[in-house]
């Protein structure tokens, strides 16, 4: 095996150094993120449900978070399967500090970056770029006078915003968090430049791509946090793993839960839907390792839950959880500590527990069945179709800013639109962080050669920032305050 040392992965490196003590390092990240608005800000944001009342239902902040515990119980089980002799052989037994917190942390920002109304705040963002960006005056003109091969690139990119790319954003062009690059690194999920389209990517990397990962404005920082932690082309970080999986373990079960909660599935419609869900994935309902069969498991747990006279909806997640929660987790880090190599360089491309086995038909069950029950319900429609008109209107209302050319644009910035009154307000309800992210970008060396290109590029990552950085709640008070005459 080649030689295999954590501590090229995990060090004090990041873009504007400072100290020389890890742990002292990881403990400013820890209190940089936790104590940032983005963080704040997803108390308010869709894991499932938009615009949610009911406060038992989880906001991606309380899912973060949930996240994060499992993160951690997946670091102890590596640790503790290792052997003291594998744990110096691979770098590691210094460092179980050092890979809780940097999980830890992974963990609670890895949804940081997602828009207001979860998937279809994305989608929304997406729809709205792909249909009207060529109709823009900026684009018309640029369409004229550039190739496909100068413009597609940058189409490309702001037709496909994605939550995961903004996190990277936020870390460093937004917040500026200077976050040492092994815990902006275990956040980076997929390891595609936005620029490139997914067919461009060699096919063994293609699960590690199959989303953008960063967009242009990020390019040159992500190149240094590759150097820097000895990160191949479109592969990852070794803890970017287990950040996946125990998101992956944690809304499989969460979201059910949730359903539960808001009376979408009953206990006992939920559990015949899981039975028959997995016994359609594993026909043979094996036991599952040192358990009854899934079968018999759900009806102890379903049983147990009617005895309760207080709550059997707690009392069934409780019991739910726990049996399935160690099962998954060993799963998570016995793949991790089966695919060391892969896993420490980063071309493992799968996710951890996806392996085809028992416990990636249990994860794919409880998805499947939100799939199949849960998202579909018709008041969640109903709620993400408003979404969709909220996302898609502000737009609309912001539009304006865009079919600016530069020079127009530019006076607006310098405090110098009063005969734009539209325009001015407009510009003036965008958040000062986002603006001034806009003109750093336009005063350092533009990745674009053209600069009119560049500058309506930055101009709708503006708007894409704006937007996204919204809460559920302040997207539709916004939507309703700019739509008041319609
Ligand atoms: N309402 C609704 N929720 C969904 C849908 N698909 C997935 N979800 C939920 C399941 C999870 O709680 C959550 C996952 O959110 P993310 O946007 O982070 O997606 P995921 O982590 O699977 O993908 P990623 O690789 O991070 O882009 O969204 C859907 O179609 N409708
Ligand atoms: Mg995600």
Same mark, same amino acid.
């Given at each position: 095996?080649?030689?295999?040392?954590?501590?090229?992965?995990?060090s004090?490196?990041?873009?504007?150094?400072?100290?020389?003590?890890?742990?002292?390092a990881?403990?400013?990240?820890?209190?940089?993120?936790?104590?940032?608005?983005?963080i704040?800000?997803?108390?308010?944001?869709?894991?499932?449900?938009?615009?949610?009342?009911?406060?038992a239902?989880?906001?991606?902040?309380?899912?973060?978070?949930?996240?994060?515990?499992?993160?951690?119980?997946?670091?102890?089980s590596?640790?503790?399967?290792?052997?003291?002799?594998?744990?110096?052989?691979?770098?590691?037994?210094?460092?179980?500090?050092?890979v809780?917190?940097?999980?830890?942390?992974?963990?609670?920002?890895?949804d940081?970056?997602?828009p207001?109304?979860?998937?279809c705040?994305?989608?929304?963002?997406?729809?709205?770029?792909?249909k009207?960006?060529?109709?823009?005056?900026?684009?018309?003109?640029?369409?004229?006078?550039?190739?496909?091969?100068?413009?597609?690139?940058?189409?490309?990119?702001?037709?496909?915003?994605?939550?995961?790319?903004?996190?990277?954003?936020?870390?460093?062009?937004?917040?500026?968090?200077?976050?040492?690059?092994?815990?902006?690194?275990?956040?980076l999920?997929?390891?595609?430049?936005?620029t490139?389209?997914?067919?461009?990517?060699?096919?063994?990397?293609?699960?590690?791509?199959?989303?953008?990962?960063?967009?242009?404005?990020?390019n040159s920082y992500?190149?240094?946090l590759?150097?820097?932690?000895?990160?191949?082309?479109y592969?990852?970080?070794p803890?970017?793993?287990?950040?996946?999986?125990?998101?992956?373990?944690?809304?499989? !079960?969460? @979201? #059910?839960?949730?359903?539960?909660?808001?009376? /979408?599935?009953?206990? +006992?419609?939920?559990?015949?839907?899981?039975k =028959?869900?997995?016994?359609?994935?594993?026909?043979?309902?094996?036991?599952?390792k040192?358990k009854h069969?899934?079968?018999?498991?759900?009806?102890?747990?379903?049983?147990?839950?009617?005895?309760?006279?207080?709550?059997?909806?707690?009392?069934?997640?409780?019991?739910?959880?726990?049996?399935?929660?160690?099962?998954?987790v060993?799963?998570?880090?016995e793949?991790?500590?089966?695919?060391?190599e892969?896993?420490f360089?980063?071309?493992?491309?799968?996710?951890?527990?996806?392996?085809?086995?028992?416990?990636?038909?249990?994860?794919k069950?409880?998805?499947?069945?939100?799939?199949?029950?849960?998202?579909?319900?018709?008041?969640?429609?109903?709620?993400?179709l408003?979404?969709?008109?909220?996302?898609?209107?502000?737009?609309?209302?912001?539009?304006? !800013?865009? @079919? #600016?050319?530069?020079?127009t644009?530019?006076? /607006?910035?310098?405090? +110098?639109?009063?005969?734009?009154?539209?325009? =001015?307000?407009?510009?003036?309800?965008?958040?000062?962080?986002?603006?001034?992210?806009?003109?750093?970008?336009?005063?350092?060396?533009?990745?674009?050669?053209?600069?009119?290109?560049?500058?309506?590029?930055?101009?709708?990552?503006?708007?894409?920032?704006?937007?996204?950085?919204?809460?559920?709640?302040?997207?539709f008070?916004e939507?309703?305050?700019?739509?008041?005459?319609?």
């Open positions: 095996m080649p030689h295999i040392d954590f501590r090229k992965k995990i004090l490196a990041r873009p504007r150094p400072y100290g020389s003590n890890l742990q002292r990881l403990e400013s990240d820890r209190g940089r993120i936790i104590n940032s608005a983005p704040r800000r997803l108390q308010q944001k869709t894991q499932v449900f938009p615009l949610e009342r009911n406060s239902v989880r906001s991606r902040l309380t899912h973060s978070m949930e996240v994060q515990q499992v993160g951690r119980f997946i670091v102890h590596i640790y503790d399967r290792l052997s003291e002799n594998e744990k110096d052989a691979y770098g590691l037994s210094s460092l179980e500090r050092a809780e917190s940097l999980v830890e942390i992974a963990c609670l920002m890895h940081m970056g997602n207001p109304f979860g998937h705040g994305e989608d929304a963002i997406n729809r709205w770029f792909t009207h960006l060529k109709e823009l005056a900026p684009m018309q003109q640029l369409l004229q006078e550039l190739s496909s091969e100068t413009t597609d690139p940058i189409i490309h990119e702001l037709c496909h915003f994605d939550g995961n790319a903004q996190a990277i954003r936020l870390v460093q062009s937004l917040h500026r968090f200077n976050l040492t690059y092994s815990q902006a690194a275990a956040v999920k997929y390891t595609r430049p936005a490139e389209r997914a067919d461009q990517v060699p096919t063994d990397k293609n699960y590690l791509t199959k989303k953008v990962g960063y967009y242009i404005t990020e992500v190149n240094s590759m150097d820097e932690l000895e990160m191949a082309k592969c990852r970080h803890l970017s793993y287990i950040m996946e999986a125990a998101d992956d373990i944690s809304y499989c !079960l969460a @979201d #059910l839960e949730d359903a539960v909660e808001k009376r /979408i599935l009953s206990l +006992e419609t939920l559990t015949e839907h899981l =028959r869900t997995f016994a359609e994935l594993e026909p043979d309902n094996r036991p599952i040192g069969c899934f079968d018999r498991l759900l009806d102890n747990v379903y049983q147990d839950a009617q005895n309760d006279e207080i709550s059997p909806t707690h009392k069934f997640f409780i019991k739910l959880r726990v049996e399935m929660v160690h099962p998954l060993n799963h998570a880090s793949q991790f500590t089966n695919n060391l892969a896993v360089n980063g071309d493992l491309n799968r996710a951890l527990i996806e392996d085809n086995s028992q416990f990636h038909a249990l994860a069950t409880f998805k499947q069945v939100a799939i199949n029950h849960v998202f579909n319900d018709p008041e969640v429609e109903n709620l993400e408003q979404g969709y008109k909220i996302i898609g209107g502000l737009l609309e209302e912001y539009r304006p !800013l865009l @079919d #600016l050319d530069t020079d644009f530019q006076k /607006i910035v310098r405090g +110098e639109g009063r005969k734009l009154p539209v325009e =001015r307000r407009l510009f003036n309800k965008l958040s000062r962080k986002h603006v001034a992210a806009y003109e750093i970008a336009l005063k350092e060396e533009a990745p674009v050669t053209n600069p009119t290109l560049w500058e309506f590029y930055l101009r709708c990552r503006l708007l894409q920032d704006y937007i996204s950085g919204m809460t559920d709640q302040f997207a008070d939507y309703k305050t700019l739509l008041v005459s319609d």
